[in-house]
């Protein structure tokens, strides 16, 4: 028997590009999921006006919230709620992310040939980042630094997270009751679910041979000879930037270590915010916010935006 995928699309605020995704996906053709599933914040009532026109009511369900769910909230209930309805997989995308058939069955394959799964990744190149690979995710804390500009030649790299924007995640662990964390609302709540499948025993993995280009933004710093690639987020996500990495280090249980890269990376993002980025002042105070939170146990969706 086939297994039961969903592709399992995240909304807020996006309704052409959905619309341009769900096109999309009416037109492939022995498509490897039965299912396409939209999670939507305070939706408009474009997106579902749009299905019952367009005939594709069998094949996508729409849900729509009256709250903003953030980013992880949405990928709480795209997970969440396959799981209750008995599938197999899920294909989560955001509403940049591809429909990607050919991506999905290379994924679904080889989750099937691996025991206690818990995601499969395909492998990241960043276009706006000199075209490097995205290795991150081999290291059990998320260093920026971590990239290649060559392939790894093996078939597969077994890891410790990865970008839920493009991932193939089982429903076994969601079913055992193993949630993403909803309340960190934004930020860090993929390398939260990963840490939390590795402890529980869920292994998950990187495909070489499966790459997904990504054009993240990054943008190029000049520092003397050099160059610098840093995220062109806006200021408000250095709130969650320092309290959901400290969210996430407490709730799984990080040793020593880690705690001391969490204090390490959260003082990069400093200096490297004092250097580089715009609205200095505004992000370094956001991300002093942050910390404090984090450290008290504060969740959920914060003052900003």
């Not at 849900?63 to 396959?82: H, M, Q, V, W, Y």
């Not at 996500?237 to 990495?245: I, K, T, V």
């Not at 580089?276 to 002093?288: C, D, I, N, V």
Request: proline share 5%; with cysteine; charged share 25%.
């Amino acid at each position: 028997m086939s297994p039961k995928v969903c592709l399992a699309i995240s909304a807020y605020k996006s309704d052409a590009a959905i619309l341009r995704l769900l096109e999309e996906a009416s037109r492939v053709e022995d498509a490897p999921w039965s299912k396409v599933l939209v999670v939507d914040s305070l939706g408009s009532g474009e997106i579902p006006r749009a299905i019952q026109e367009r005939g594709w009511r069998e094949r996508v369900e729409y849900r729509s919230f009256d709250r903003n769910l953030g980013s992880a909230g949405n990928l709480a209930e795209r997970l969440k709620i396959p799981a209750e309805q008995g599938f197999d997989f899920v294909y989560a995308i955001n509403h940049d992310g591809l429909v990607a058939p050919d991506t999905v069955r290379r994924l679904v394959e080889f989750a099937l040939g691996q025991d206690r799964v818990g995601a499969v990744y395909p492998l990241r190149r960043y276009t706006k980042s000199g075209n490097r690979f995205d290795l991150t995710g081999t290291t059990r804390f998320p260093l920026p630094a971590i990239r290649s500009r060559e392939l790894p030649t093996a078939p597969f790299l077994a890891v410790h997270w990865g970008s839920s924007n493009g991932a193939l995640y089982g429903m076994a662990p969601v079913r055992d009751g193993l949630c993403v964390w909803g309340d960190f609302w934004m930020g860090w709540e993929d390398l939260a679910y990963g840490w939390l499948l590795e402890e529980q025993g869920y292994r998950q993995f990187t495909l070489p041979n499966v790459i997904l280009d990504d054009d993240y933004e990054y943008e190029a710093r000049e520092l003397g000879p050099f160059s610098v690639f840093v995220s062109d987020k806006p200021s408000w996500y250095w709130y969650y930037l320092g309290r959901n990495l400290l969210l996430a280090t407490r709730r799984t249980h990080r040793g020593p270590r880690i705690q001391v890269l969490v204090g390490a990376r959260v003082l990069a993002e400093a200096g490297v915010t004092a250097l580089f980025r715009s609205r200095k002042t505004e992000r370094l105070k956001l991300l002093a916010r942050g910390i404090l939170d984090g450290l008290r146990g504060v969740s959920g969706k914060g003052e900003v935006p």
